[in-house]
């Protein structure tokens, strides 16, 4: 199998599985037993695992050969053998330990990672979604967050009874910027006081 296509059907199967950090470095010049080395990170044991048994059987699957795959027993750090491409798959904390790419980083290869999307066509529900008329201005209204005037007339509604924990004294608190402290009711003004003659 071809090295690029090899690199892209390995990078694939990972992203597949929602791998992260996928990175994937030249390392022809480095050592002649491989010309590629793929790096990603997994989150658990059982994600490893996926990952690895997912990379195998799509590269058997395009007509590539495995030949090994180590480390699937602890499923901290698994190696997936290709031949011409290893394939790391580590937890974070492996990986940040043991830092592969400061070995084998020197020439990276840039790669896309995910399907490439093509523009979609528009779908029915956009259209009549663009073509609807506006909303009403009393929905308008009725959708807009209250101001703190409202809300400070809300308040002053709630009745002096009105627990603590009640949804009417919270918003009295809010309005009030008081936590705890309840709106006073509110009440007519007072005649003045009339007083006797003797």
């Known amino acids: 199998m071809d090295l690029r296509k090899l690199q892209r059907v390995i990078v694939d199967a990972l992203d597949d599985i929602k791998a992260q950090d996928i990175q ?10 491989f010309d590629r080395v793929i790096v990603a990170t997994a989150s658990s044991n059982r994600q490893t695992r996926s990952l690895a048994a997912h990379v195998r059987d799509k590269v058997k699957a395009a007509g590539g050969h495995v030949v090994s ?3 699937e027993e602890s499923g901290e750090w698994v190696l997936v053998d290709l031949g011409d491409a290893v394939v790391h798959i580590m937890q974070p904390a492996i990986r ?3 830092r592969l790419e400061e070995l084998w980083g020197a020439k990276p290869v840039s790669l896309k990672t995910g399907p490439e999307k093509k523009p979609a066509a528009p779908a029915a529900g956009r259209k009549r979604a663009a073509s609807s008329p506006a909303p009403r201005a009393g929905a308008a209204r009725r959708a807009a967050p209250a101001s703190a005037a409202s809300a400070a007339s809300a308040a002053s509604a709630a009745p002096a009874s009105a ?4 949804p009417r004294a919270r918003t009295a608190a809010a309005a009030t910027g008081k936590p705890g402290v309840q709106a006073a009711r509110p009440t007519k003004p007072r005649a003045a006081k009339r007083t006797r003659s003797t």
Do not use: D, K, W
């Open 69 to 71: 795959v180590e480390g």
């Open 96 to 98: 940040a330990y043991y």
């Open 24 to 33: 994937v470095f030249n390392t022809i010049g480095q050592t002649e037993l």
């Open 163 to 166: 627990s603590p924990r009640s």
